[in-house]
């Protein structure tokens, strides 16, 4: 296994006064989840900050410092105590562990916050643009939030929409008391597994099998899948 436990690629992108960030999230391996955004709507990681970073013309480096800010939130979210994050600006863990000198607003606030995060964080330089495929994805991320469509953009919107609608009904199920994994996402499905009772949604979205129709298996209490069965045809009815 070359990523064992929870990985998340990070990268950030910059075109015309708009920077982006964008996070893979990956757990054994698979690619469990996506995260992108623009860098003017991070007030919830800089708060006062924001405009300090937005005016300092330090451009790619304030993306690439939300998507490690937009990592840690999402491994608190979803209860992940250790991650590696894995990046390919060398200053980011330079900055985090105040090592190297914080000379603009987004590294200050790095500086500053990163040894109060409740994330224990393992930090990996990887080589941009050399072919690892999670560090490919983040790029994608961070670059489809500027508008910019990448090579798998209609292949990726398919499974955002999946994985969209999978954390959606993940949420749904935690609400009502079930114990449920991050959801997975594969080539043409999203999967929620439940961990207390055994039982898995798949959700997909394909020419032959809409979003609506998820393949319900693997349960060994028929109870708990008809009350998935239920809290499900719940949701498409919310959504629709």
């Known amino acids: 296994m070359q ?9 950030g992108s910059y075109r015309n006064g708009t920077t982006t960030w964008g996070v893979a999230i990956v757990r054994n391996d698979r690619e469990i989840d996506v995260l992108n955004g623009r860098l003017e709507d991070a007030g919830d990681v800089f708060g006062r900050d924001l405009d300090a970073v937005l005016a300092s013309g330090s451009h790619q ?13 999402w491994c608190v979210r979803n209860g992940v105590a250790d991650v590696t994050i894995a990046h390919d600006l060398k200053g ?38 050399r072919g690892n495929r999670f560090n490919e994805k983040a790029d994608s991320l961070a670059k489809d939030a500027l508008g910019e469509p990448s090579a798998d953009s209609g292949k990726d919107a398919v499974r955002d929409l999946q994985a969209v609608k999978a954390e959606a ?3 749904i199920l935690r609400r009502h008391g079930l114990g449920v994994e991050p959801v997975t996402v594969h080539d043409i499905y999203a999967r929620v597994r439940l961990v207390d009772l055994p039982g898995m949604v798949d959700i997909y979205n394909t020419k032959k099998r809409s979003w609506r129709n998820p393949y319900l298996h693997g349960f060994r209490d028929r109870a708990l899948q008809r009350d998935v069965e239920r809290l499900w045809q719940e949701f498409v009815a919310a959504e629709s």
């Open 3 to 11: 990523y064992p436990g929870y990985w998340a690629f990070t990268d």
């Open 61 to 73: 480096i304030g993306g690439e410092v939300a998507a490690v800010y937009r990592a840690v939130q």
């Open 92 to 129: 980011l863990p330079l900055w985090a562990q105040g090592k190297w000198k914080a000379n603009v607003p987004a590294t200050r606030a790095l500086r500053r916050d990163a040894p109060h995060w409740p994330v224990r964080i393992r930090w990996v330089k990887i080589k941009a643009h």
């Open 169 to 171: 009904f993940r949420e």
